[in-house]
């Protein structure tokens, strides 16, 4: 289930508000300038989908965000529980950063924890399947993905180099819940 936890940044330890509810979730992090939707797959997918079968099922969804926003590519990303590549990947986004892009992921299946820093809070929300989250440029965020990963989400993109981080150096991330103790 989707849920936002909302903690002051210099406490990660007693959350200041849980939310489950979409539009509570959508509202609160509107009010940080980040989009959160909920989309569905225009035809049934297998927990095997193709990138190609998952992109034909979200056409119509990835062809308004593109139009609305410019994206330049689009590609399907799935992390599994062996994958060879989990652990480096996880520590690669444990750390905060920012993008001169977009962040945006839709999650087309499994499930993965950001946590926005804005406005003296951290906003830590789970993410799950059918849920698109759209932090702008220059958000000041990390991803856990958890010790064994598993989620297919969609990346668009709006530069051909795709994620590139700017690594803030603070190490708030440490204080902070990791995914498998939080979600």
């Given at each position: 289930?989707?849920?936002?936890?909302?903690?002051?940044e210099?406490?990660?330890?007693?959350?200041?508000?849980?939310?489950?509810?979409?539009?509570a979730?959508?509202?609160r992090?509107?009010?940080?300038?980040?989009?959160?939707?909920?989309?569905?797959?225009?035809?049934?997918?297998?927990?095997?989908?193709?990138?190609?079968?998952?992109?034909?099922?979200?056409?119509?969804?990835?062809?308004?965000?593109n139009?609305?926003?410019?994206?330049?590519?689009?590609?399907?990303?799935?992390?599994?529980?062996?994958?060879?590549?989990?652990?480096?990947?996880?520590?690669?986004?444990?750390?905060?950063?920012?993008?001169?892009?977009?962040?945006?992921?839709?999650?087309?299946?499994?499930?993965?924890?950001?946590?926005?820093?804005?406005?003296?809070?951290?906003y830590?929300?789970?993410c799950?399947?059918?849920?698109?989250?759209?932090?702008?440029a220059?958000?000041?965020h990390?991803?856990?993905?958890?010790?064994?990963?598993?989620?297919?989400?969609?990346?668009?993109?709006?530069?051909?180099?795709?994620?590139?981080?700017h690594?803030?150096?603070?190490?708030?991330?440490?204080?902070?819940p990791?995914?498998?103790?939080?979600?």
């Open positions: 289930m989707t849920t936002l936890t909302v903690y002051a210099q406490d990660g330890t007693r959350p200041l508000e849980k939310l489950t509810g979409f539009e979730i959508r509202d992090l509107a009010a940080v300038g980040v989009e959160f939707e909920r989309w569905e797959a225009a035809q049934p997918l297998s927990p095997t989908a193709s990138p190609e079968e998952v992109m034909a099922a979200y056409k119509d969804s990835i062809d308004k965000l139009a609305k926003y410019g994206f330049q590519s689009v590609d399907v990303v799935s992390m599994h529980p062996d994958h060879p590549q989990a652990e480096a990947a996880r520590g690669k986004f444990l750390a905060e950063h920012t993008h001169a892009d977009f962040e945006t992921r839709f999650f087309v299946d499994g499930a993965g924890m950001f946590y926005i820093r804005a406005g003296g809070k951290v830590m929300t789970e799950t399947r059918g849920d698109l989250i759209n932090l702008p220059n958000t000041t990390w991803f856990d993905m958890g010790p064994r990963p598993n989620f297919k989400a969609i990346r668009f993109f709006r530069i051909p180099e795709g994620w590139v981080g690594f803030t150096g603070d190490t708030i991330a440490e204080r902070f990791k995914y498998e103790s939080a979600a």
